[in-house]
């Protein structure tokens, strides 16, 4: 069974920083690709910074040049931090995570982490 496990989060006043942590378990083969996605009220679910297993990395304009976002493939895990957040950043953060689960096929799954609020006051 596969687990993806978030961590940080929180209030912080615009200006501010935060760091977010997500750690994939189980019975993992290979992580594809981990990314940050987030969903504020009444707003569709959107993807803010991807990482891939060869480093590649993706960001959403709007976090582009503030956001980073980082991965240690071996542990499974990924970071992001957050500089210069405004409060069009508040929302609830989600890890997600693009697993094979075997060396023996291609097939690849998404996961989800649980969430974590991010709020930011003006």
């Known amino acids: 069974q596969v687990q993806l496990v978030q961590s940080g989060g929180g209030l912080v006043q615009t200006g501010g920083s935060l760091r977010l942590s997500c750690a994939a378990s189980g019975n993992i083969f290979r992580a594809n690709a981990m990314g940050w996605y987030r969903q504020a009220p009444g707003k569709q679910r959107e993807l803010v910074a991807t990482?891939?297993?060869?480093?590649?990395?993706n960001y959403a304009d709007s976090v582009e040049g503030r956001f980073t976002i980082s991965g240690d493939t071996a542990k499974n895990t990924v970071y992001l931090q957050m500089n210069s957040l405004i409060p069009e950043d508040t929302a609830v953060y989600y890890c997600?995570?693009?697993?094979?689960?075997?060396?023996?096929?291609?097939?690849?799954?998404?996961?989800w982490g649980q969430g974590t609020q991010v709020t930011v006051s003006s």
């Open positions: 990482v891939t297993s060869g480093g590649s990395t």
């Open positions: 997600n995570a693009k697993l094979r689960l075997s060396a023996s096929t291609t097939v690849v799954y998404d996961y």
